[in-house]
Every structure is written in C-alpha cells, then in structure tokens.
C-alpha cells in the first residue's frame, strides 16, 4: 500500500508535469483516470478535479438524512438544508418528548400519558414547540384539557417568543385569533362565540393555517377563520401555549400539510 507522503509526491510530480509539458490535467491522469472512474462508478466524462484529493488521502462527502421519533425530517446535502414536510403524530405514551424544544416552563408527561405545565406565575406563557422554521402550510390537530385557569391556547408558525399565530379559547366561549409581535397580541384577527369549555374536560381542536388564512375548529365546528392582510407571519413551527396562572394538558398531536 502506497504511504500518504508518496501519493502525494506523485501527484505534486505530476502537477508540475502538467505545466512544462503544457497537457491537461485529465490527458496526465490516463490511464489512472480509468481507474477512478472504474473505482468510484463514475462515468469517463466525469471531471476529475477531486482525484488529486483521492490520491493525496483526501475525501469526499455526501448528504445524511436525519428522521425524528415524532416524524420530523431534515436534509443536508453538501452544506444546504430542505425543509421537511411537517409531519407529527405524538401521543407521549412513549414517556418522552423527543422532537420537542422547551422554551419556557416545566413540561412533563403525566402517568396517563398526556403532556402537561403549568403557567408562569404573573404574566406571559410558557411554550413548547415542534416542528421546522421553514413549515408554511400545514394542519394541527390535538387534544386539550384545562386542569386550573382561564384561557386554552396554541400557537401556529411560530417564529420565536416574539412572534406567532395565537388561537385562544375561554372558559366562557370566546375564540380568537390574535397575531403576536414583541412578545404581545398587536393585532386581534377575528372572534366569535363557541360552546363554552369548562375545565377537567378533554376537547378536540383543529387549527388550519394556509397562506394568509387561519381557521380555528373546535369540537368540529368552525369557531373562527381569520386572515392577515398586513405583516403576515409566512412560517413557523408549532407551539403548544400555557397561560400563567393556568395548568393545561394536551395529548393526540399531529401534525401535517394541508389536506395530507
């Protein structure tokens, strides 16, 4: 086996070669070009720029796919990232909250297998999230259950603490979709009237957010649709919410693209 110091000998010899006899790189290469391209599966139109890598003990790369527990993907491919289609399905009957970031809060999966925080204690909201930045348009689905407090809430294309989409629900039956900047509502989108939802009871939201549009369904009716005509949020993640003062439960959330 040739030592790392001779390959490469060889191949600063055969660099300079190139430059007094005026030839190609790849003219130079014959037949060691054959061998490369036998080696390597390649065709012999291949440009050999990364042979003088192979020779001298240099590598090659090639992309890695990493898959989620919880059905999140991402790519990267020669430094360069694609967006996963959002994909979720978390029951927590696993115990764990693999795919999940904590931002805020003490979050933990209760011996029925629901995920449950309770809420900061003067203002603001404690927040877990799943999912990618680049998640545009997709469907959520989950099921939520107020154990103390005043207000249920998720939030869609979740950017940051700053910034997101704010599908809240009362004791008392109002819905409302807020858009959040600076960490506050700037903007109520729309509301309506629901069937109040009284506490220690598990209700079936659905929340849709495609293009400008977001339609907010619970217990398959269709509480409230609002559309942002102004600084809309185009993506984001998931982000389960819990006000303060409040405790609530959440469990059966999926996650997918619109009409998948």
């Not at 600063?12 to 391209?37: D, H, I, N, R, T």
């Not at 996963?84 to 297998?113: A, K």
């Not at 939201?205 to 005509?229: M, P, Q, R, Y």
Request: glycine share 14%; charged share 15%.
């Amino acid at each position: 086996m040739l030592s790392h110091s001779f390959r490469t000998t060889c191949v600063l010899v055969g660099l300079l070669c190139v430059g007094v006899l005026g030839c190609s790189f790849e003219s130079f290469l014959m037949p060691f070009g054959s061998y490369y391209y036998w080696k390597n599966g390649l065709s012999g139109s291949t440009d050999l720029s990364g042979l003088a890598d192979l020779l001298s003990g240099g590598t090659t790369t090639s992309g890695t796919t990493t898959t989620g527990t919880d059905g999140t993907s991402t790519s990267d491919t020669s430094g360069s990232t694609a967006s996963s289609t959002p994909s979720v399905n978390d029951n927590f009957d696993d115990g764990n909250l693999t795919g999940w970031s904590i931002l805020s809060g003490n979050w933990v999966v209760t011996t029925d297998g629901a995920l449950q925080a309770t809420g900061p204690a003067l203002q603001g909201y404690h927040i877990i999230t799943i999912g990618e930045d680049t998640w545009t348009n997709y469907e959520l689905e989950l099921d939520i259950m107020l154990d103390a407090g005043a207000e249920y809430a998720v939030g869609v294309r979740f950017v940051n603490e700053e910034t997101w989409y704010h599908c809240s629900h009362t004791l008392g039956g109002i819905a409302s979709v807020w858009r959040f900047a600076s960490g506050q509502s700037d903007l109520q989108l729309a509301n309506g009237t629901s069937t109040p939802l009284p506490p220690g009871e598990w209700y079936h939201w659905k929340v849709t957010v495609s293009g400008n549009t977001i339609s907010f369904e619970v217990e398959g009716e269709l509480v409230v649709s609002a559309t942002d005509t102004s600084s809309a949020i185009t993506s984001g993640k998931v982000a389960l919410l819990v006000p303060a003062g409040g405790i609530v439960s959440f469990d059966n959330v999926e996650v997918r693209a619109v009409g998948g």
